[in-house]
């Protein structure tokens, strides 16, 4: 949210994972904790738990990714706002709401996020009812 998004920073750790180039996040997170003690910061500044979560996320999620940095060895992308909002809705959080709000107005194709939460209610996906809902409040809360 805060590199591809610009929002303001609500947490000290950043959710990753690896979405293409066949790293492993158990070897990332080792990485990542190498450079936390390389420049004095909490070791668990890469939270890769967050990976777990992916699940939701619609198959052509890759089309959407924006490139937020691209090194000579790295490329960091963010997912677009569309499947962030699926994974905020997921989460269900009123921490999120803020983070939700902005994602609703910046999303490109709603219809999107609403396909989708859709489609994993049709399917009877855990927790996709309570996405659904979330999504509906947020909508109604933002008059869309």
């Not at 929002?7 to 080792?30: E, I, K, S, Y």
């Not at 936390?36 to 777990?52: C, M, R, V």
């Not at 198959?59 to 960091?76: I, N």
Request: charged letters at 30%.
């Amino acid at each position: 949210m805060v590199l591809a998004y610009d929002h303001p920073l609500a947490t000290q750790d950043v959710d990753a994972f690896a979405a293409q180039g066949g790293l492993r996040m158990a070897d990332l997170d080792q990485m990542a904790k190498v450079v936390a003690a390389e420049i004095d910061i909490e070791p668990d500044w890469l939270n890769s738990h967050f990976e777990t979560f992916t699940g939701v996320l619609p198959d052509d999620y890759s089309s959407r990714l924006r490139t937020v940095y691209e090194g000579g060895h790295l490329q960091v992308d963010a997912l677009g706002p569309e499947d962030l909002l699926i994974m905020k809705c997921f989460a269900g959080r009123d921490k999120d709401r803020p983070h939700a709000r902005r994602l609703i107005h910046i999303a490109d194709d709603l219809d999107i996020v609403d396909r989708h939460l859709s489609a994993l209610v049709e399917r009877r996906y855990a927790k996709a009812e309570q996405a659904a809902d979330y999504f509906d409040d947020l909508r109604d809360d933002e008059g869309l």
